[in-house]
């Protein structure tokens, strides 16, 4: 029942913090006597000597499910040393691509039924690859068909757009790079810090829910406009796809997810006074090239809207909004004049780092 909600969709959304504990619970252990940090991932026990032994790992997915890969990418590549490359279902099917028995193929999908990662899937098993499934729908034909696999758990998701599976996705994918990253030393720094990070998580994103009322605020000197670019570079490239694709789906508004390292060899052409454009620049590893793109941007007039991490508004904003800009809840909501705004809202946003 959708409760005090609007629509399923919302309540989803608001769901995230539960959501992603139920992912998490029993299999990342922290404490207990030995103090150690653990991942137990039941269905993958028995085949992580296997996929330890991959050629490569090869994502499968669609849409959301295909971004929640992109964001785990990294992650999986930094602690396994394994080549990670990453395949559209359909795309894979298009071309008949390469696919080896020494490959760990993952297939990614809420619904667990989705036909274009189904036939993958069957494509994969022909190769004699080992399939593995990330699904949240238990008993459906991906889980069924997969040689094993993780549940997310993230319990029913009924809104059309995918939203809490999505984040309970890129958990699991983090959950299973650190289990095939084993304990070697050399990773033990880094595999501390992101259990810790994960145990964080559900709190970190109750703070972000509570911009809830900003968001819609924002969302409605947004609405009237034709399109809405999206920024990132890094894990944040996923979100930038992720979002414009939620912007098409639910705002149904043309929007358009951007490398920003690929800002320079094309889309800037699409800068002006008038394209609302968000970047992403929380603290990681792009950072400072992040804050090179919003200088840039704004040299071109851009209209910018920044999300950045917690303490970060003068870093991300310094030097650019010395000139005309107003920020948007002082220049529009209150006189109304939503086109001839120059936005430059800044928020507070944090993601797994
Ligand atoms: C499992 C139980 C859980 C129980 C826990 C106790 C199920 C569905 N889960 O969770 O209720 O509390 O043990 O230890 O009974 N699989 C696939 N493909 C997929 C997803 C999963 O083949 O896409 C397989 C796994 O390899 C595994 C089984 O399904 O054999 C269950 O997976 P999962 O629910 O993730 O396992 P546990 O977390 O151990
Ligand atoms: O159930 P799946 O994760 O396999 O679905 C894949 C896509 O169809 C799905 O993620 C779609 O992109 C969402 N509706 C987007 O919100």
Not at 5 to 28: A, D, F, W
Not at 54 to 69: H, K
Not at 223 to 231: P, T, V
Request: charged residues 20%; hydrophobic residues 40%; proline residues 2%.
């Amino acid at each position: 029942h959708k409760g005090n909600h609007e629509h399923y969709m919302q309540k989803e959304i608001h769901e995230q913090p539960e959501s992603l504990t139920t992912t998490m619970r029993g299999r990342l252990i922290r404490g207990g006597t030995c103090k150690a940090k653990t991942v137990l991932l039941g269905g993958l026990k028995d085949h992580l000597k296997t996929i330890r032994r991959s050629w490569r790992i090869v994502f499968i997915g669609c849409g959301t499910s295909y971004n929640a890969a992109l964001a785990a990418r990294p992650i999986l590549e930094k602690l396994s040393g394994i080549l990670v490359t990453m395949e559209i279902a359909s795309d894979l099917l298009d071309r008949q691509g390469p696919m080896y028995r020494e490959d760990t193929a993952v297939f990614v999908s809420q619904s667990g039924e989705t036909a274009d990662t189904l036939h993958a899937l069957e494509y994969a098993l022909q190769n004699a690859a080992l399939c593995v499934g990330i699904t949240n729908t238990v008993g459906s034909a991906i889980a069924r068909k997969t040689h094993c696999g993780v549940h997310i758990n993230a319990g029913a998701e009924i809104g059309v757009a995918s939203t809490k599976a999505y984040t309970s996705q890129i958990v699991v994918m983090a959950m299973l790079a650190l289990a095939i990253g084993g304990d070697a030393i050399s990773n033990q720094a880094r595999r501390e810090a992101i259990i810790d990070c994960l145990f964080d998580l559900p709190n970190k994103v109750r703070d972000m829910l509570k911009l809830d009322q900003e968001m819609k605020d924002l969302a409605k000197l947004l609405i009237a406009e034709q399109s809405l670019l999206m920024f990132g570079r890094g894990y944040n490239y996923a979100t930038a796809l992720e979002r414009s694709l939620k912007v098409k789906e639910v705002a149904l508004m043309h929007s358009e997810g951007i490398l920003a390292g690929e800002m320079k060899h094309g889309p800037l052409a699409l800068v002006d006074e008038s394209l609302p454009i968000v970047v992403i620049a929380t603290r990681d590893a792009c950072f400072s090239k992040q804050q090179s793109v919003i200088q840039q941007l704004h040299a071109r007039k851009g209209r910018l809207i920044v999300m950045c991490s917690s303490g970060d508004a003068t870093a991300v904003s310094r030097q650019k909004y010395s000139g005309s800009a107003k920020t948007w809840h002082k220049g529009s909501l209150k006189c109304q004049k939503l086109q001839k705004v120059h936005l430059s809202a800044t928020f507070q946003k944090k993601w797994i780092t």
